[in-house]
T-cell receptor, first 109, second 114 residues
Framework: AQRVTQPEKLLSVFKGAPVELKCNYS??????LFWYVQYSRQRLQLLLR??SRESIKGFTADLNKGETSFHLKKPFAQEEDSAMYYC???????????FGRGTSLIVHP | EAGVAQSPRYKIIEKRQSVAFWCNPI?????LYWYQQILGQGPKLLIQ????????DSQLPKDRFSAERLKGVDSTLKIQPAKLEDSAVYLC????????????FGEGSRLTVL
């Protein structure tokens, strides 16, 4: 069975500090990993996906198959990054993304 | 383009009553999902449709939950009878294809069961 673990419920940092939101997964095949974000009073939306290997709003995430991780990173946090972040996993044989429980990121001024 | 539309946004009912949620996906999106999100947890899939056919409903509590997408566009999720533990946000999402992993979510319908 596929599983996504986000160990931190809450991450609190100051503006300008580096941010790393952790995501670990369990799946034996070739996974596809995603980060979704939900800003206050907005709908859940895709932030980035590992296969595109792009930086969105300064965030990057690298798939580490050896450590089965897909941590989300940003070198300098901004107040507008405050949101709920969800890691999601889709296995090759499934059509359905499985979501982690989410991490609330709060960036203080 | 218009996003995924859901209604109602909020619903309060007593246990054992019934409730229905409606979803209109993005135009042209053949795949539609219903997720349940309980407070403090991530979204959990209830059912996935491809056009008007069910792809996966393995986590749908079929004794009380039902869903349909009769014409392959709009969908309705029904709970009857509701239990206290059904209190959650019900999220509808759609995608252009069934295996993209890129889902477009609605704003959700928040259900409170008293």
């Amino acid at each position: 069975a596929q599983r996504v673990t986000q160990p931190e419920k809450l991450l609190s940092v100051f503006k300008g500090a580096p941010v790393e939101l952790k995501c670990n997964y369990s799946y034996s095949g070739s996974p596809e990993l995603f980060w979704y974000v939900q800003y206050s009073r907005q709908r859940l939306q895709l932030l980035l996906r590992h296969i595109s290997r792009e930086s969105i709003k300064g965030f990057t995430a690298d798939l580490n198959k050896g450590e089965t991780s897909f941590h989300l990173k940003k070198p300098f946090a901004q107040e507008e990054d405050s949101a709920m972040y969800y890691c999601a996993l889709k296995s090759g044989g499934s059509y359905i993304p499985t979501f982690g429980r989410g991490t609330s990121l709060i960036v203080h001024p | 383009e218009a996003g995924v539309a859901q209604s109602p946004r909020y619903k309060i009912i007593e246990k054992r009553q019934s409730v229905a949620f409606w979803c209109n996906p993005i135009s042209g999106h053949a795949t539609l999902y219903w997720y349940q999100q309980i407070l403090g947890q991530g979204p959990k899939l209830l059912i996935q449709f491809q056009n008007n056919g069910v792809v996966d409903d393995s986590q749908l509590p079929k004794d009380r939950f039902s869903a349909e997408r009769l014409k392959g566009v709009d969908s309705t999720l029904k709970i009857q009878p509701a239990k206290l533990e059904d209190s959650a946000v019900y999220l509808c999402a759609s995608s252009f294809a069934p295996n993209t992993g890129e889902l477009f979510f609605g704003e959700g319908s928040r259900l409170t069961v008293l």
